[in-house]
């Protein structure tokens, strides 16, 4: 019987899981048109006849071997593809995660963006680093009642460039929905750990670049506004000190993450968190500035680039009258690995709790009340 329940909840969520992989049809464009011929290797242009399994296409639009195996679109002049999915009966947020590439690279006099648009966002995308290749990560919007959504990608130059080769190409896209998130018990900070965010490529090594999103609400970090572009890190290719996923601030120059919290004015707070390096060959003095309230702290760490972690923590008195109370990192400095990408300092496992003399206070105003209950029942 117990076997039986066990199984029942592995199907479950079996087929949970099969469900979110389905947002999308052809997402990786392993399906190829039906006309494609047999042994070509060079790109295909679509034209009005043919057919991409799963999506729509418009203008000038390549089928073509990715660099990195497989394949992929390249939008040229006008080029842009289109599908639409169904958003599920619960309200819930939608969060894209794409590759793009310039497959011209250097030789290129512009390298083109790709514009990703749905019915409440729009987001422009450049090819970025020496890797000619970026992975990014796009709020999309938040819908409900099985809404028909459309998903329009596009591309755009600042040059119109005649060389077909300086487009960009696009790859593995991933839909994700995540229902709201809800306080912790033990944190007054929602997504903390920041292990809710776009999905992170299973083949890629490189992290998901997330833009400047002035809104937590409308932020690929679920809960965190995004100041500069950040990198949303995965333990399975970086150093994460805490859970699955972790935040980098690449882009130096008061870049960086930030929140807020309803706290009650006067109490006393403490905001722990952990600052490191993503074990990406990162080397120097890498610096952060904390905000919670009006109180900021520098810290700096040493890093070797070899993935070390470090707990800080400090105590501050909420202030404000409104009672909202903003908690940020922002990096000054940046730095580059030892292959030229942008790198900065990490930041994990933030807490935020009232502090110890405030919990006590808590605590026995809950002892005292349960007492009177015994007494009453007692009696
Ligand atoms: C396609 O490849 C097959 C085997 O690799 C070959 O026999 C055939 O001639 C090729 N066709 C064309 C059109 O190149
Ligand atoms: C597309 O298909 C229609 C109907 O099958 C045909 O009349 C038309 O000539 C085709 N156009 C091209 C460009 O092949
Ligand atoms: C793409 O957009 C067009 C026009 O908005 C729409 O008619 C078409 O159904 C869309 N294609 C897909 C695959 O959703
Ligand atoms: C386009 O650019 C690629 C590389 O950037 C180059 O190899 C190719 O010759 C160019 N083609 C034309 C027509 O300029
Ligand atoms: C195009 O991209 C390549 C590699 O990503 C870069 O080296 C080059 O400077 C870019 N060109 C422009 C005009 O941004
Ligand atoms: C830093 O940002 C400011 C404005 O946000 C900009 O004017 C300045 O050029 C930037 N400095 C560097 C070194 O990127
Ligand atoms: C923290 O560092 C920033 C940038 O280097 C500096 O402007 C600021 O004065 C420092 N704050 C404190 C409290 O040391
Ligand atoms: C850093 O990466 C190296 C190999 O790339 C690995 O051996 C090492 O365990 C990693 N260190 C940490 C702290 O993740
Ligand atoms: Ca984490």
């Not at 020496?130 to 819908?143: I, K």
Request: include cysteine; hydrophobic fraction near 40%; aromatic fraction near 8%.
């Amino acid at each position: 019987m117990k076997k039986k329940a066990s199984t029942l909840v592995l199907q479950f969520l079996l087929l949970g899981f099969a469900y979110a992989a389905d947002l999308l049809q052809n997402p990786d464009f392993e399906s190829p048109p039906p006309s494609l011929p047999a042994n070509s290797t060079a790109p295909f242009l679509l034209k009005q006849n043919d057919t991409l399994p799963g999506w729509s296409f418009d203008g000038e639009v390549y089928y073509l071997k990715a660099s990195g195996g497989g394949h992929a679109v390249q939008l040229a002049q006008d080029g842009r593809i289109n599908q639409t999915f169904a958003a599920s009966a619960d309200f819930e947020d939608y969060l894209l995660t794409f590759a793009i590439a310039s497959p011209g690279g250097a030789s290129c006099s512009s390298n083109g963006s790709v514009v990703i648009s749905a019915p409440d966002s729009q987001g422009v995308f450049p090819v970025v680093g020496e890797q000619q290749r970026a992975v990014y990560g796009q709020f999309l919007g938040s819908w409900g009642d099985g809404e028909a959504i459309d998903l329009v990608i596009g591309s755009e130059t600042t040059e119109s460039d005649a060389n077909a080769t300086c487009w960009p190409v696009v790859d593995s896209i991933v839909l994700k929905s995540i229902a709201s998130l809800v306080k912790a018990n033990d944190n007054e900070l929602v997504n903390g750990g920041f292990e809710y965010g776009p999905d992170f490529l299973a083949d890629s090594t490189e992290g998901v670049l997330l833009q400047p999103a002035q809104s937590p609400l409308q932020s690929p970090l679920r809960q965190w506004s995004i100041l500069g572009t950040i990198k949303y890190i995965d333990s399975k290719h970086f150093a994460v000190p805490q859970g699955n996923a972790a935040v980098e601030i690449i882009s130096g120059n008061s870049s960086g993450i930030q929140t807020a919290t309803q706290l009650t004015k006067g109490s006393s707070y403490a905001l722990e968190f952990t600052l490191g390096d993503g074990n990406d060959s990162c080397v120097g003095d890498l610096e952060v500035r904390a905000q919670a309230g009006s109180v900021l702290q520098n810290y700096t760490i040493q890093s070797k680039g070899t993935g070390s972690a470090q707990k800080f923590s400090f105590k501050f008195k909420a202030d404000s009258d409104t009672g909202t109370t903003p908690i940020s990192f922002v990096s000054y400095t940046s730095s580059q690995t030892k292959d030229g990408v942008s790198c900065g300092p990490v930041v994990d496992d933030v807490v935020l709790r009232a502090s110890l003399g405030l919990r006590l206070a808590i605590q026995w105003k809950f002892l005292l009340s349960l007492l009177l209950l015994v007494a009453c029942v007692m009696k």
